[in-house]
């Protein structure tokens, strides 16, 4: 006799022998399923921020107690500091606005029909742009355009280009010719299949590159105060300038911690866009 729920072997009439069915309530196990993870950490949620936070704050206790002279003084008063921050967000926001209009399309683009020809050439030139040094070819800009923003907008944006464009190319590429195939099978259109088949499958290399965009974007910025563009570039060459080290470490600083927050951001919008069909931990 036999307890019950284990498994017991009985001969069979040609004499082989194979198990015999469980009895018992817990003849068939129902298989545990898998724990349900969140996409977001509280890890990634408050460290950086935190870290920043905490950065800015020892930044202002330092400025409380040191000695500023004349020229740091006049450098940094009268909203000098908030005035360089709004012109390094606006820069940046507004630069990586049109990078996002001209390279997704352009990246659609250059993975249809005859048009595919034209890719070598489009990421020849796109990578001409970004191979270019930025305070060079911001000077070729100046020279064409004037000072202003306007010049530094167009370098900023042709410095940034390459990074969406190439990622937006290469996610359309890789996607799975069956899959295409499929949605084709069952009647959807061009451009029903680009709208919800690829660019979903693309979202997470495409994420990838206005991240890295972004970034770049923040960095190029701070120079277009050699254009007249502003920025937090101006108060960086202050410091350098005139030999004013508070000035410079606090254009430094602002200038990192915009490039980090920036950073972070889009690090949340790469798990929060991300089709959750490709989340492993979905």
């Given at each position: 006799?036999?307890?019950?729920?284990?498994?017991?072997?009985?001969?069979?009439?040609?004499?082989?022998?194979?198990p015999r069915e469980q009895d018992g309530p817990e003849a068939s196990p129902a298989l545990p399923s898998a724990p349900h993870r969140r996409r977001l950490g509280w890890q990634k949620l408050t460290f950086l921020p935190a870290f920043l936070?905490?950065?800015?704050?020892?930044?202002?206790?330092?400025?409380?107690?040191?000695?500023?002279?004349?020229?740091?003084?006049?450098?940094?008063?009268?909203?000098?500091?908030?005035?360089?921050?709004?012109?390094?967000?606006?820069?940046?926001?507004?630069?990586?606005?049109?990078?996002?209009?001209?390279?997704?399309?352009?990246?659609i683009l250059l993975t249809r029909g005859a048009l595919r020809r034209a890719t070598p050439f489009a990421m020849a030139i796109a990578n001409m742009g970004?191979?270019?040094?930025?305070?060079?070819?911001?000077?070729?800009?100046?020279?064409?355009?004037?000072?202003?923003?306007?010049?530094?907008?167009?370098?900023?944006?042709?410095?940034?280009?390459?990074?969406?464009?190439?990622?937006?190319?290469?996610?359309?590429?890789?996607?799975?010719?069956?899959?295409?195939?499929?949605?084709?099978?069952?009647?959807?259109?061009?451009?029903?299949?680009?709208?919800?088949?690829?660019?979903?499958?693309?979202?997470?290399?495409?994420?990838?590159?206005?991240?890295?965009?972004?970034?770049?974007?923040?960095?190029?910025?701070?120079?277009?105060?050699?254009?007249?563009?502003?920025?937090?570039?101006?108060?960086?060459?202050?410091?350098?300038?005139?030999?004013?080290?508070?000035?410079?470490?606090?254009?430094?600083?602002?200038?990192?911690?915009?490039?980090?927050?920036?950073?972070?951001?889009?690090?949340?919008?790469?798990?929060?866009?991300?089709?959750?069909?490709?989340?492993?931990?979905?």
């Open positions: 006799m036999s307890a019950p729920g284990r498994a017991e072997v009985d001969a069979g009439p040609d004499g082989t022998s194979g936070v905490a950065l800015l704050l020892a930044t202002w206790l330092w400025f409380q107690q040191a000695d500023l002279d004349p020229i740091s003084e006049n450098a940094l008063s009268n909203g000098q500091v908030s005035k360089a921050l709004w012109q390094q967000v606006r820069l940046t926001a507004i630069s990586t606005f049109f990078v996002l209009i001209i390279a997704i399309p352009l990246g970004q191979a270019t040094p930025a305070i060079g070819l911001l000077a070729l800009l100046v020279i064409w355009l004037g000072t202003g923003t306007k010049a530094a907008l167009v370098g900023i944006i042709a410095y940034a280009i390459l990074p969406v464009l190439a990622n937006t190319v290469a996610g359309l590429k890789s996607n799975d010719p069956t899959l295409l195939e499929a949605a084709r099978g069952i009647g959807m259109s061009p451009l029903g299949v680009l709208r919800r088949v690829e660019l979903p499958l693309a979202v997470p290399l495409i994420l990838a590159g206005v991240r890295t965009a972004l970034v770049l974007n923040v960095g190029t910025a701070t120079l277009a105060t050699f254009g007249g563009g502003g920025g937090l570039g101006v108060l960086i060459t202050t410091g350098i300038t005139n030999q004013r080290m508070p000035v410079l470490v606090l254009g430094s600083i602002l200038t990192v911690s915009l490039a980090l927050l920036v950073d972070w951001l889009a690090s949340l919008a790469e798990v929060l866009l991300r089709p959750r069909g490709l989340d492993a931990d979905a």
